[in-house]
């Protein structure tokens, strides 16, 4: 049974930061690209990060790039998201994504929540 569980999400007020983590199972995670998605209420949901499955190759929305950070653990089978100096407008329910061709997995969501 595939499982994607996102963890570490919560309230943070402005400037601080969060460490998310999604671990895997029921998948080879190694050949997988792992991406974090996040969907704020009333919006679409939004590409926050991606990394290749091997860990070397990693991409960033602009409006995240030089706060966050994607790395991953294929011997843990987890991918994380360092988030850093966190906005308000960071708020939003996130998701970890597998990919892999054309099979894609994902998991429930974290609640991340920016605010003084």
């Known amino acids: 049974q595939v499982q994607l569980v996102e963890s570490g999400g919560g309230l943070v007020q402005p400037g601080g930061s969060l460490r998310l983590s999604c671990a895997a199972s029921?998948?080879?995670?190694?050949?997988?690209?792992m991406r974090w998605f996040r969907q704020a209420p009333g919006k679409q949901r939004e590409l926050v990060a991606a990394?290749?499955?091997?860990?070397?190759?990693?991409i960033y929305a602009d409006s995240v790039k030089g706060r966050f950070t994607i790395s991953r653990d294929n011997a843990k089978n987890t991918v994380y998201l360092q988030m850093n100096s966190l906005k308000p407008e960071d708020t939003a329910v996130y998701y970890c994504?597998?990919?892999?061709?054309?099979?894609?997995?994902w998991g429930q969501g974290t609640q991340v929540t920016v605010s003084s």
């Open positions: 029921g998948f080879t995670f190694s050949v997988y690209a």
């Open positions: 990394i290749g499955s091997g860990g070397a190759s990693t």
């Open positions: 994504n597998a990919i892999r061709v054309s099979t894609v997995y």
